[in-house]
């Protein structure tokens, strides 16, 4: 064994000299502190945007014609600013406030998503399962093609199983009985795509998913809900009924049609309801949305929810990809492009303002809603509107930009781990004064096969050496995330920017490391450019 290799299996302890001959394992840790935000005053900012959001919001409503509409912001997993506008019921002027009760709609997945989980995580099922294991009705299905896989629990989450998209059908099914469901499904479902293929928005397929439930639990879907999924989250408003809703707290729906405002029925709970039965107000919804914006970062604390973190995390998350799209503003010229998919119950989105925003929309006859949430900056918006297929798409994505502006919308901070603490040290020495000791004593196994250790030495001397002496670390360590990261040294003359990555290896040592020349102003964290 030569000397270099013995030294790169003990890595210097931090504080000692860099020609030390001897070193001790590492006893720092690799596992990071959950990303934080870094600003105290951020909700402070935020808040900032509320009263243009308000404007916003009533502009919306009046434009649109919508006879009443509830809103709210959630920041940090709680419910800090709500608006009203409009009659919850247009006969009697009764006014709309924050326990008005709506209508939900497809918004209801979300939580027949959670119910699935719940029983996966409990070991009741799994998301590999047959679906027929629990509905046996679909055992009879005739599938497109001879080679077509049958459809499993995960298909249905991720409206991946085939059926066609069911929208305009999908709506006037709530009545339906259970009996009705099995007679459905008995006479046989047509397929659009082949499983496992393409996206296809079913209704249908979380309508199974509340049979799976019911079958699974032994108990009714609506009591399964209520009981495991909204009491523990204190949504004691929220049912699937609309006839227990107090009458002084129940939106009328209505539809804009000839210039005039007519009354919608409200639709009736039926085996149909797991895919768009729900009634709920802005407080509740609320709670849902901070519950889900609760389960970002993950971290150590206690478990607090009906599901695991993990497993809310798990909804968020694209699962079956679904298009992308680029719009040009004709006012502006400005293009927005967007892509993303469908996680378990939830859409997901990526664009040129937010890396991921999590959301899904509501829409019935007389009731239209949203929520959507930002995972990395911990913010959420949600909006409840009483007129048929009410489309807050567009006034919800200008409320978000309003918070944009306000300059408090800045993401969680990665935190480094220990040992990557101890070897931005470590590296800062060698950049000061190169040790073929330290520097082997910390180095993964390629870093020197990738390049010399006097190629590397003789390349970080030079980009030293005209940055002049007297460098030092300067600024905040910006880390990426636990193992990787990059900071400033500050030199006579210039500054250089230090990027180092560390190995899946314990002790974790540095596979990765550059160190080049950065202007005086220059920023360390990458700014992703601009949709144009």
Same mark, same amino acid.
């Given at each position: 064994m030569t000397t270099g290799t013995a030294f790169r299996m003990l890595p210097i302890i931090l504080g000692l000299a860099p020609a030390v001959s001897a070193q001790l394992p590492s006893r720092l840790t690799s596992k990071a502190p959950p990303a934080r935000f870094a600003d105290p005053d951020r909700l402070t900012k935020l808040s900032a945007a509320f009263p243009e959001i308000d404007r916003l919001m009533n502009g919306?409503?009046?434009?649109?014609?919508?006879p009443?509409?509830?809103f709210g912001i959630i920041v940090d997993g709680r419910l800090v600013h709500t608006g009203t506008?409009?009659?919850?019921?247009?006969?009697?002027?009764?006014?709309?406030?924050? &326990?008005?009760?709506?209508r939900i709609a497809s918004m209801t997945k979300s939580f027949t998503a959670l119910a699935i989980l719940q029983l996966r995580d409990a070991g009741k099922l799994s998301l590999e399962d047959l679906a027929e294991r629990y509905v046996p009705e679909l055992a009879s299905l005739r599938y497109p093609s001879a080679d077509s896989p049958k459809i499993t629990i995960r298909l249905l989450l991720s409206h991946s199983e085939g059926f066609p998209e069911d929208n305009p059908w999908g709506d006037q099914q709530l009545s339906a009985t259970d009996e009705d469901m099995a007679r459905m499904i008995t006479r046989g479902i047509p397929f659009s795509t082949a499983p496992g293929t393409a996206y296809e928005y079913s209704n249908f397929g979380f309508a199974i998913l509340g049979r799976v439930v019911a079958n699974v639990s032994g108990m009714p879907y609506p009591r399964y809900i209520r009981e495991?999924?909204?009491?523990?989250?204190?949504?004691?408003?929220?049912?699937?009924?609309?006839?227990?809703?107090?009458?002084?707290?129940?939106?009328?729906?209505?539809?804009?049609?000839?210039?005039?405002?007519?009354?919608?029925?409200?639709?009736?709970?039926?085996?149909?309801?797991s895919m768009g039965g729900m009634l709920t107000s802005i407080s509740d919804l609320g709670r849902w949305v901070g519950f889900m914006?609760? &389960?970002?970062?993950?971290?150590?604390?206690?478990?607090?929810?009906?599901?695991?973190?993990?497993?809310?995390?798990?909804?968020?998350?694209?699962?079956?990809?679904?298009?992308a799209t680029a719009v040009r503003d004709t006012a502006s010229g400005t293009v927005t492009l967007t892509a993303g998919g469908y996680g378990y119950g939830l859409g997901v989105r990526q664009n040129c303002l937010f890396?991921?925003?999590?959301?899904?929309?509501?829409?019935?006859?007389?009731?239209?809603?949203?929520?959507?949430?930002?995972?990395?900056?911990?913010?959420?918006?949600?909006?409840?509107?009483?007129?048929?297929?009410?489309?807050?798409?567009?006034?919800?994505?200008? &409320?978000?930009?309003?918070?944009?502006?306000t300059g408090g919308l800045v993401p969680r901070v990665p935190q480094p781990a220990p040992v990557l603490v101890e070897r931005r040290e470590q590296v800062s020495r060698l950049v000061l004064h190169w040790d073929n000791v330290l520097a082997d004593s910390i180095a993964a196994m390629n870093l020197f096969l990738d390049q010399s250790m006097d190629r590397r030495r003789v390349a970080i001397e030079r980009v030293r050496l005209q940055a002049g002496d007297g460098c030092r670390n300067e600024g905040a360590f910006v880390a990426d995330n636990a193992l990787r990261g990059r900071w400033r040294m500050r030199c006579a003359n210039g500054d250089l920017r230090v990027s180092v990555t560390l190995a899946p290896t314990e002790p974790a040592t540095v596979q990765y490391l550059e160190v080049v020349a950065l202007g005086r102003d220059e920023n360390l964290v990458a700014v992703p450019p601009a949709c144009r």
């Open positions: 919306f409503a009046e434009r649109s014609h919508v009443g509409i509830a506008a409009g009659y919850r019921e247009l006969s009697s002027h009764a006014a709309v406030d924050s &326990a008005t009760v709506f495991r999924v909204l009491q523990p989250l204190s949504m004691n408003v929220t049912t699937l009924q609309a006839g227990t809703v107090a009458p002084e707290r129940l939106a009328h729906g209505y539809r804009w049609q000839d210039e005039h405002w007519l009354e919608e029925q409200q639709l009736p709970d039926g085996a149909f309801g914006l609760d &389960a970002w970062p993950p971290r150590d604390d206690a478990e607090r929810g009906p599901v695991r973190r993990a497993s809310a995390r798990e909804m968020q998350q694209v699962v079956r990809y679904s298009d890396r991921t925003a999590i959301s899904h929309g509501g829409g019935l006859p007389g009731f239209g809603s949203v929520m959507r949430w930002l995972p990395e900056f911990g913010v959420g918006i949600i909006a409840l509107g009483n007129l048929t297929y009410t489309s807050w798409g567009g006034v919800t994505d200008q &409320a978000l930009e309003a918070i944009s502006r």
